[in-house]
């Protein structure tokens, strides 16, 4: 219900906007220069961090990128070996259904990689 309402509102806004018509800008004049920046931003399944270093020319020197599945890494791994130990004696396949669940509902983008979990 909220997607239909955010919809319907972005359309009568871009309606008002082409109503009011649009006035010819220039661009901004800029110029390159050494500079740093870093943003956090939350993210379906936790927060995003990143860090971007740009050299005199206005390229990208660095970049750090640091997503939601590293951050939740040490509590994937710790509840994956609760469940694990929760579920031992258990039959494989329910064991691997539940670890792979776990994982997916951690981060359902890794779970393309996650076929198979070894016990």
């Known amino acids: 219900m ?71 890494q040490a509590a994937m791994e710790r509840d994956l070996l609760l469940v694990a130990r929760a579920m031992e004696g258990s039959d494989e396949r329910d064991m691997t259904a539940a670890l792979e669940q776990l994982i997916r509902a951690y981060d359902p983008c890794i779970s393309c990689a996650v076929h198979l979990v070894r016990l």
């Open 2 to 72: 909220e997607l239909a309402h955010a919809l319907e509102r972005s359309m009568e806004i871009a309606d008002i906007l082409l109503d009011r018509g649009f006035d010819r800008e220039r661009p901004t004049a800029t110029s390159p220069r050494k500079s740093e920046g870093s943003a956090v931003i939350e993210a379906p399944r936790g927060v995003l961090i990143h860090s971007y270093s740009f050299d005199g020319r206005g390229l990208c020197s660095a970049a750090d990128i640091i997503s939601p599945t590293a951050i939740n």
